[in-house]
Nanobody, 123 residues
């Protein structure tokens, strides 16, 4: 049984930082992809960042480039999202997901999802 367990969400003032963690179990971590996604109320889910677990290649949404960093601890099947310079518009439920690697820095579908962790940024 695949489980993705997120932690690290919370409330922070604009300009602050948070670090999200996601540990995968029952999942073939090696040679696949992990990603962070978010969904704000009334909005569609969007990709925040992804990483290929084998090569460590990353992708970032334009809205978070230069502020967020995705990384991993390969030995712990854990992926992180370091979020700096947080903005009000970063407020959302953040989800960790596991997906397939299709080559290069490209990920395919994400089929396994965590329960989500709330990030709230206030002024």
């Amino acid at each position: 049984q695949v489980q993705l367990v997120e932690s690290g969400g919370g409330s922070v003032q604009a300009g602050g930082s948070l670090r999200l963690s996601c540990t995968a179990s029952g999942y073939t971590y090696r040679g696949n992809c992990m990603g962070w996604f978010r969904q704000a109320p009334g909005k569609e889910r969007e990709t925040v960042a992804t990483i290929t677990t084998g090569g460590g290649r990353t992708y970032y949404a334009d809205s978070v480039k230069g502020r967020f960093t995705i990384s991993q601890d390969y030995g712990k099947n854990t992926v992180y999202l370091q979020m700096n310079s947080l903005k009000l518009e970063d407020t959302a439920m953040y989800y960790c997901a596991g997906g397939t690697w299709i080559g290069g820095n490209s990920c395919g579908s994400f089929n396994y999802w965590g329960q989500g962790t709330q990030v709230t940024v206030s002024s």
